[in-house]
């Protein structure tokens, strides 16, 4: 009766191993063909990027100016869901944070994460009071950094690798790559050329290799060095500007060192809204 018992009991064990074995390849095998999404979402002239890993986790990289993200999401996002996994203020200008307001009053938001520059503006202010009173985990963005968004899917900070809170905007603006893969995404918000070239210090040869340049500050001039882009060595670069926008931007400069390295340029300016579709083994579809 004993040996009867051990025998099933062994069989049973057998099976469920089986069973969990067969529900992780599942899950694996799933996921393994979904794709991740990365849309530069067409605000005018400010910055807006929306982020969903393989597994459903949603990401917002800055929310544009006014209330034009909110024309935006419901492109990419179904009405019924009402909630963002988290939000990411590269810095804290007006044209990559006053959208913001409108998504915290419409949205749930689990985690926010800032550089720690400061600015003087009532958006900002408010919306720093609205970020505390609704009481959202809001965390220090620092190098090194890893945010896990799901099914192999992470963010990496590359900078800031120092207390910013004294610095220009711009010098402390958040700098990530999105990886899936095979497939990286650099993501350099309003980052200088002062910045570049603390991150190329930083890191080592080839490690900032990426297939997509979210160009920085709008293809202003004070960012996209020659050499910060040499190292990037992007297929695409995606610039987020308005049309007829009184900056200028993108400048011919900036314009020129991509077209020098052979970069395929995007501009929202010119195309709208554009989206990446991207596996896991670096291959992108692009949707404009």
């Known amino acids: ?34 794709k991740l999404t990365f849309v530069m979402m067409n605000v005018g002239q400010g910055d807006a990027l929306f982020i969903e890993s393989p597994t459903g986790t949603q990401i917002i990289v800055d929310g544009g100016p006014g209330k034009n993200i909110l024309k935006e999401l419901p492109k990419f996002m179904p009405f019924w869901d009402r909630s963002i996994d988290a939000v990411v203020i590269t810095n804290p200008d ?20 800032e550089p720690g520059t400061m600015n ?24 090194g950094m890893i945010i896990d968004i799901g099914g192999g899917a992470y963010l990496e900070v590359l900078f800031p690798d120092r207390d910013v809170s004294m610095r220009e905007v711009n010098d402390g603006s958040i700098v990530m790559r999105l990886i899936y893969g095979e497939t990286s995404i650099m993501l350099t918000g309003d980052a ?3 910045t570049e070239k603390i991150i190329l210090n930083n890191e080592k040869e080839n490690s900032l290799q990426s297939d ?10 004070t960012s996209s060095s020659y050499e910060f882009v040499k190292e990037v060595k992007p297929k695409y670069a995606v610039i987020s500007d308005g049309v007829n926008n009184s900056y200028g931007h993108p400048h011919p400069e900036t314009l020129r060192t991509l077209n ?8 929202t300016d010119e195309l709208g809204t ?7 083994m670096g291959t992108c579809e692009i949707h404009k």
Request: aromatic share 10%; hydrophobic share 40%; glycine share 4%.
């Open 212 to 221: 997509i340049l979210k160009v920085g500050h709008h293809g202003s001039r």
């Open 94 to 113: 007006k044209d990559h944070i006053s959208g913001f307001t409108d998504i915290l009053k419409l949205y749930k938001v689990d985690t926010v994460f």
């Open 274 to 280: 554009i989206i990446f579709s991207c596996d896991r």
């Open 260 to 267: 020098e390295l052979g970069v395929e340029i995007l501009r």
């Open 120 to 143: 003087d503006s009532s958006t900002y202010k408010n919306l720093e009071k609205e970020i505390k009173n609704q009481d959202i985990p809001n965390i220090l963005a620092k190098k």
């Open 1 to 34: 009766m004993v040996d009867n018992y051990k025998k099933h009991g062994l069989v049973l064990m057998v099976l469920v191993l089986i069973f969990c074995n067969s529900i992780i390849f599942y899950i694996d095998f799933k996921y393994s063909n979904r």
């Open 192 to 194: 200088t050329l002062k």
